[in-house]
């Protein structure tokens, strides 16, 4: 008899019901369409966030440094790396269908409607799901032909001649267990996951009709369910592909060893997740027709709109377009960051590119009042010209910046300055700081725009701000990825290892990086369409598609 610890399943039941009561919190009072697609929105936020296969990606690897973190090898380590994540994700999307209220009293509806899963689900999702897991089948299939290796110890003396490649000496050489025995594991988790999205699939089907929802924001909802479950389930066989591809890429021990590999399906891996991340989620037709007359669309194919409006769109569109360049510029910059003496290139890089978008804002700020602004209008600015929100996380934004660059510089006292990248962030950070002081200045100071009310100056000049605090928020995060990312292996300068301890992979301090660039590449692209639906219609425009004149909430 095996005594299972009751504290094993104390903390995921602990999360359960605290995903539980959250997502219930979202449709508690009265489950209309708004609330009702919030609520689908964190439940896929949270399954995403709980289907990380991080822990698992080294799985079968035998590490020859006994002094290093072990990767999971044994059968317990495995299971548990891919049991977690592939159990958390199904379980959250099945706490999301549970959470919906159940119709009470003379609402409750008799019988279920009759719904079959291919009635809602999408059907290039699946088709794109499908030969996702197909194509993870045959990778896990295939390693199952792959040997293992057998490790081998860090030598307590370089061999003769020494080789640097050999990696014996002060490092060992990492092995692997053998292919079948990993492919148990993968093949099991596959197919939990593959079962999993169907029993989910025919929990959304019959799941009762919402009493406050109409047949069609019923039927797009069940829709909405499976896009983001699907999406989800996706990445994860995609992941595990990835597992695989970096089980068969280990280099066998040998004197032609390397410590490092190419692992080819990584790169398929992160193209599912970003085609993924960026497949679109369908809209309620009630949300759709209520925000139909203030949409970036509508605003654009309504001949009343306002110049100004207009323009501000157009702006928009042209720091999407300028930052997909400065991607592609980025891309190439990123070269610099494998030669110590070229650490300086890209965070000018990131500083120019920054620079010119704020110049367009500024620009643009200063044509809009130009050819729409009037010397007599009133200066209309909102009464928060940044959400709090926002302002906040431009704060914690500069000070992790601040804190970054005033660590570096402490760190890189008395060394030559040709291999420290501070001191071009720091030129960089002064070029934006002028740029966005100049387009603050334009945005808080050009001519007002006529307009009655005076909600349309107001709504402009608040997307402006945001543009712009957005942009040094992005900013600040992305200059101190690239300081943490350049900083070598200065966290082991500061934080020694215990005596027999090789540090092989790299640095906390480059992880973190990652993390922080990913995050500011988010924060640079996240839209301004909440402000862009403040923008007030033309009342002639208003009387066309029957909806009364909206005044700006921005709107003092």
Not at 262 to 287: D, E, H, K, Q, T
Request: proline share 7%; net charge positive; hydrophobic share 50%.
């Amino acid at each position: 008899m095996v005594a299972v610890p009751t504290l094993f399943f104390l903390g995921p039941v602990v999360g359960a019901a605290v995903v539980y009561l959250f997502l219930r919190m979202q449709v508690w009072s009265r489950p209309d369409a708004q609330s009702v697609a919030s609520h689908g929105l964190w439940v896929g936020v949270i399954g995403w966030m709980a289907s990380s296969l991080q822990g698992a990606m080294n799985a079968g690897i035998l590490h020859g440094n006994p002094t290093l973190s072990s990767a999971p090898a044994t059968a317990e380590e495995i299971g548990t790396a891919l049991a977690w994540p592939i159990l958390a994700c199904l379980g959250v999307h099945a706490l999301g269908q549970l959470s919906y209220p159940r119709s009470k009293g003379e609402h409750r509806f008799a019988k279920l409607p009759i719904c079959r899963v291919r009635d809602f689900v999408p059907r290039k999702l699946a088709w794109t799901t499908a030969a996702i897991f197909a194509l993870a089948a045959l990778v896990i299939a295939w390693i199952a032909t792959l040997p293992g290796y057998t490790p081998v110890a860090p030598s307590a003396t370089p061999p003769e001649p020494q080789n640097v490649n050999t990696g014996y000496y002060g490092q060992g050489q990492d092995g692997r267990i053998p292919g079948w025995e990993l492919v148990v594991w993968l093949g099991g988790a596959l197919l939990v996951l593959a079962a999993g999205t169907g029993l989910l699939l025919l929990l959304i089907a019959r799941r009762r009709q919402l009493a406050t929802l109409d047949a069609d924001d019923d039927r797009t909802l069940r829709a909405i369910a499976a896009n983001r479950l699907l999406r989800t389930v996706a990445t994860i066989a995609a992941g595990l592909a990835s597992i695989a591809g970096n089980f068969a890429a280990q280099p066998e021990p040998g004197p032609s060893w390397q410590s490092s590999w190419f692992n080819a399906l990584g790169f398929v891996n992160m193209a599912v997740l970003l085609v993924m991340l960026w497949w679109g989620v369908p809209s309620m037709p009630s949300l759709l027709s209520a925000g139909q007359s203030t949409s970036v669309r509508a605003l654009r194919a309504d001949p009343g709109t306002h110049g100004a409006a207009r323009l501000s769109i157009n702006i928009g569109v042209m720091l999407g377009t300028l930052g997909g360049l400065a991607g592609i510029g980025g891309l190439a910059a990123m070269y610099a960051l494998t030669q110590p003496q070229n650490a300086w290139v890209a965070p000018l890089v990131l500083g120019l590119a920054t620079a010119l978008l704020l110049a367009t804002i500024w620009g643009g700020a200063l044509l809009m009042g130009r050819n729409y602004g009037t010397p007599g209008a009133p200066v209309r600015w909102p009464l928060s010209p940044v959400s709090r929100g926002l302002s906040y996380y431009a704060l914690a934004s500069a000070l992790v910046f601040l804190a970054s660059i005033t660590f570096m510089v402490a760190i890189f006292d008395g060394q030559p300055l040709g291999e420290a990248a501070w001191p071009a962030a720091l030129a960089a950070t002064l070029v934006v700081a002028a740029v966005g002081a100049l387009a603050t200045h334009a945005a808080r100071r050009r001519r007002g725009i006529p307009d009655g009310d005076g909600g349309l100056d107001a709504a402009l000049r608040a997307i402006s701000m945001y543009r712009i605090v957005r942009t040094l928020s992005a900013y600040c995060l992305g200059q101190t990825a690239l300081l943490l990312m350049t900083s070598g292996n200065i966290w082991y300068q500061l934080f020694l290892p215990a005596p027999g301890v090789y540090p092989l992979g790299p640095s906390p301090a480059v992880t973190i990086g990652m993390v922080l660039a990913a995050i500011a590449v988010i924060t640079a692209i996240t839209p301004v369409r909440g402000l862009i639906r403040t923008i007030p219609r033309d009342r002639h425009a208003n009387s066309m598609t029957g909806n009364p004149p909206r005044q700006s909430k921005l709107d003092p």
